[in-house]
């Protein structure tokens, strides 16, 4: 860096308090430890209100009723305008890659963007997004094959792109593995929470958000063959779409009609008390269809408690099977998933 200082804008949906998934946790700790480099600084660029931390962008009447995916296109024009004075733009999430393909047009300054999920293997986001379905795969589709250079959260995403988007040199493909913060992530249970949730027996965890992706409904399903006396706690919600909102909670309903240990947080956990469920969990259950990374699986390992994970995605890299959890694996077959 021949001792200049390096600008960074950082290029999100999700920053606090409007944090629902591991993109938004993994910008929060980017921007953390950045800000402890001493040839580094950032400005963060963020969807909603203003804020004392980030400059904040959001859309005024009549435009907030537009397609979401137009939305995000809009704000990330506005969010492109502000870059000019940076000397990376860092994108994250489809959501805000576009805002950086533009920065890097409009101020010819390198797009870095790190992958977090991909549009082609999401299909399920159509009954999200709709036609804005199409919009979010072209617009990710342009930004890759566009950027200078792409972070990846694991190896299984790296194959993941690179069959996704052929065309893309793989030399400009790395991968960084997602961490967490061992000192805000380790064991401390806390019987008053579990109280406090209703929580008196042995109790199996579910932390995210309601979405086919995550794969709760088979869970849901399966837990129909577990015996009675284990609780289920279910930190789940933000649904993305009605359809599977609705789906989950006809089967949240249906198991509570049989066993009365059915624990559903609907509201997103203090830190404290997800660490305690955490850490008071016999096993903590990632039912994915598709996971990139899954910091939350990391999270639960942190407080020293097994995962019982789907084999998917970048899954296989942090959960050994038979060592730190037991993965199970994820097929066309969602009965036999269910039943596995």
């Not at 019987?191 to 794969?215: M, P």
């Amino acid at each position: 860096m021949n001792g200049k200082q390096v600008s960074v804008g950082v290029l999100t949906k999700e920053w606090p308090p409007a944090i629902y998934g591991g993109a938004g946790v993994h910008v929060k700790e980017l921007v953390s430890a950045l800000s402890r480099e001493s040839g580094v600084s950032t400005s963060v660029h963020c969807f909603g209100t203003p804020r004392e931390d980030a400059r904040g962008y959001e859309l005024q009447p009549p435009y907030d009723q537009i397609n979401p995916a137009l939305q995000s296109l809009l704000i990330d024009s506005d969010m492109a305008l502000n870059l000019g004075n940076v000397d990376i733009a860092h994108s994250h999430t489809w959501y805000a890659n576009f805002a950086g393909y533009l920065a890097s047009k409009m101020h010819r300054i390198p797009h870095v963007i790190t992958a977090h999920s991909l549009e082609p293997l999401r299909p399920w986001k159509a009954e999200q997004l709709g036609g804005g379905y199409v919009i979010s795969s072209w617009v990710e589709k342009m930004c890759y094959e566009a950027a200078d250079a792409i972070i990846s959260v694991s190896d299984g995403m790296k194959a993941d792109i690179l069959k996704s988007y052929p065309s893309l040199n793989p030399e400009k493909i790395v991968t960084i593995l997602n961490g967490i913060d061992t000192e805000k992530f380790s064991p401390q249970r806390n019987l008053a929470i579990e109280a406090k949730y209703g929580i008196t027996s042995t109790y199996a965890l579910f932390v995210g958000r309601i979405t086919r992706q995550k794969g709760l409904a088979h869970l849901l399903r399966a837990w129909k063959e577990v015996p009675s006396n284990f609780a289920l706690v279910l930190a789940a919600g933000s649904p993305d779409e009605p359809m599977v909102g609705a789906e989950v909670e006809s089967l949240i309903a249906e198991l509570k009609e049989s066993r009365p240990n059915i624990v559903w947080i609907k509201e997103m956990l203090p830190h404290d008390e997800l660490v305690a469920l955490l850490s008071g969990a016999h096993v903590f259950v990632c039912p994915s269809m598709y996971e990139p990374l899954g910091i939350v699986n990391l999270e639960a390992m942190a407080c020293e408690t097994a995962v019982v994970a789907s084999r998917v995605g970048g899954i296989p890299e942090v959960v050994v099977d038979g060592s730190t959890g037991i993965l199970v694996t994820y097929g066309s077959d969602g009965k036999k998933f269910e039943t596995a």
